[in-house]
């Protein structure tokens, strides 16, 4: 096996964990915060979360929630469209399911933007900036994923389209890192009001290594030339997947899986 096929089978490893999780990850979302509209506890959005829902401010409540919508779509609509088997077996469904995603791509985009601009987050400024930087990239990424299909240009379609699953996953792994911060420090650098140290970084750190990392593997035939690169990049992936099989896991077992079951009970 050379070079190039060992980081093609870390990444097809790393999707596959990935798609697992995110997959238990968007039934969480579900269940956590359409379930809790459906049940008439819309304020059951801000545990995790604070100001995400404000009774009064039914603009920004409608924005946040049509973008946690789109975003379940996505997670669990993302890894199916990179699969090559798909795509070559089935074209009419990934064009269909293609267009489905790039819909709610712009729908995450334009309703994380929208709640941004008319309510702001809770940790001023410096997440205003991350997470509308955010919602810009993924509206760049999907318009260069749209218009190169529709242009037949169908490599850059392929990189486009990594770089928007790279932003899509930032969503789940946001969560994930604040586990394994509060998990290893106890949340040093973290406030109530994710003014502190470490809510600023996060606010750009949990989508801005995955464009790296993307930005890497769509430039794979580069790094089988240079023996730096392609370590550094393994390194990477090893530890990425090693990450996404505990930190899968434990929010499983304490957060996921509790949410889902008793969210299903109240409904029966």
């Not at 990239?137 to 242009?151: D, P, R, S, T, W």
């Amino acid at each position: 096996m050379n070079q190039k096929q060992y980081l093609v089978w870390l990444v097809r490893l790393l999707i596959g964990l990935t798609w697992l999780s995110i997959f238990g990850f968007a039934i969480y979302i579900l269940a956590n915060y359409v379930g809790s509209i459906f049940l008439g506890n819309p304020e059951k959005w801000n545990v995790l979360l604070p100001n995400l829902y404000t009774k009064d401010q039914l603009a920004a409540n409608f924005l946040i929630g049509i973008h946690f919508l789109s975003g379940a779509i996505l997670l669990l609509l993302g890894p199916i469209q990179l699969l090559k088997k798909v795509r070559e077996s089935y074209p009419h469904l990934h064009r269909t399911l293609g267009k489905l995603y790039l819909f709610s791509c712009y729908v995450v985009g334009v309703g994380g933007l929208g709640f941004v601009f008319v309510k702001g987050t809770i940790g001023g400024w410096p997440m205003n900036l991350g997470f509308g930087l955010y919602g810009f990239l993924v509206l760049i990424c999907a318009a260069g994923a749209h218009i190169n299909a529709k242009n037949r240009n169908f490599n850059q379609h392929q990189a486009w389209a990594i770089r928007l699953f790279a932003l899509v996953v930032g969503s789940w792994l946001y969560r994930m890192e604040y586990g394994f911060w509060e998990f290893l420090t106890g949340r040093i650098g973290h406030t109530k009001a994710f003014d502190g140290v470490f809510d600023i970084i996060m606010s750009f750190f949990f989508y801005i290594p995955n464009l790296i990392l993307a930005e890497l593997f769509i430039r794979k035939k580069l790094l089988a030339e240079s023996k730096i690169a392609y370590t550094m990049t393994l390194i990477m992936l090893v530890c990425a997947n090693l990450i996404v099989v505990s930190g899968t896991y434990f929010f499983s077992k304490y957060i996921w899986l509790p949410t889902v079951i008793a969210t299903l009970r109240k409904f029966v």
